[in-house]
């Protein structure tokens, strides 16, 4: 039951998370848990920082500016799901992170109780797959932002480089995780749908009302999605057509992708590169090398306690940092004295370390209102990945 509407439940997010790792972890599993798992067991990307509670279209926070004047505007999505986007506006993302921090969780701790929930959190996951190819006319494969959930996940037509990596990459290391026969190869018949998909449209997906243009487009954490899709397409099914597209998209990250500009590019960027260390090791020399470049380009944007500065905001992105780290040290061991993570970590003691954005560098500017009052459910799953990964 959750317990947001209750003393308690305000207590447990609006209070000091713990005077140490091992209890912060403790609290942060219970805030998702309790706050941010929908009637599917499907996973909020935010809620209301005042309520508590998802937005609604009556909250002040979601009216300061008219729909017409959003960046959401032309959004392929229904109009009436247009004011409380944010609910769901990186589900997709944060499910991946939630799942792949359960299967952390439990690999360390051998805990009965945890690998049930990654199961029954995959199972969500496995709906909203579902849903779409059953009443979605782009058909199985692809994966909306589901702007209401799960039930009304066909309606929308917004996706996402982001949020396709995320949920793949822990579907795929799902596969790896379980036991179960059926679930390998539920696993195997979505992760081969992601690449069908992608590779039918020839990599053009919607932005916001606008077309993106997958072969020309110069953004690395699209670029190196799809490299990834296409080489793990490639190992499961044997295209070669597959990896030719993956070797398209490698030699245009070299060529033509340009330095992470976010810190979620960068979070993205390198946790796709470092499976395309795995699925295409004879390219590993590459990928390292744009791996190495885009983390230590972090400093033309971030600070080392996670606030980052870029679009004119001030946004908080440790936890994502921190999760960022685990796969640089892996590759990178002599990187281990870029950030101390048990003090980052240990810092992200309180609820203003996960709320999107912390200010803007106009005080009149109203882009994006509803950003901050958004509490991230993708933070505390990066904060808790952080941790069991390391």
Known sequence: ????????????????????????????????????????????ACINSRTLEPFRDSDPEVNQKPIHESWVANGSFPYDLKRTFHNYEDSDMAAGDYLMALMSRQAATKDAATANKARAFFRAMVKLYDTVAEKSPYGAGF?????????????????????????????EKYGAWTTDP????????????????????DFVTSYMGDPSWGRLIHLMHYLGYFAYI????????????????????RDRMMAQGSRSPSPNS?????????????????????????????WDNRHAYVN?????????????????MASTYNTIVKHFPEKKGDLDLTTLLSKHNRLEHFILQIG???????????????????????????????
């Open 1 to 44: 039951m959750r317990a947001m509407n209750t003393p308690e439940g305000n207590g447990i997010i609006r209070a000091d998370y713990g005077a140490s790792v091992p209890e912060i972890e403790a609290t942060l599993r219970r805030i998702i848990e309790e706050f941010f798992l929908d009637k599917d067991g499907f996973i909020y």
């Open 143 to 171: 994966l909306p932002k589901p702007y209401s959930g799960i039930d009304r996940a066909h309606e929308s037509f917004e996706t996402s480089a982001d949020q396709y990596f995320k949920f793949t990459v822990s579907i």
């Open 182 to 201: 059926e679930e390998k190869a539920k696993t195997r018949e979505m992760l081969l749908a992601f690449a069908r998909w992608m590779d039918d449209r």
């Open 230 to 249: 296409m080489a793990l397409g490639y190992r499961l099914a044997g295209n070669d057509h597959y990896r030719q597209e993956a070797l398209f998209f």
């Open 266 to 294: 960068l979070n993205l960027v390198v946790e796709i590169l470092d499976r395309l260390v795995d699925l295409m090791p004879e390219h590993k020399e590459d990928w390292l090398e744009l791996m190495a470049r885009d």
């Open 304 to 320: 080392d306690d996670g606030v980052a500065h870029f679009s004119g905001y001030t946004w908080n992105c440790g936890a994502r």
């Open 360 to 390: 803007a560098d106009d005080p009149k500017d109203m882009t994006y209102p509803e950003c901050r009052y958004s509490i991230v459910s993708q933070y505390y799953a990066c904060w808790l990945r952080a941790h069991w990964e390391s």
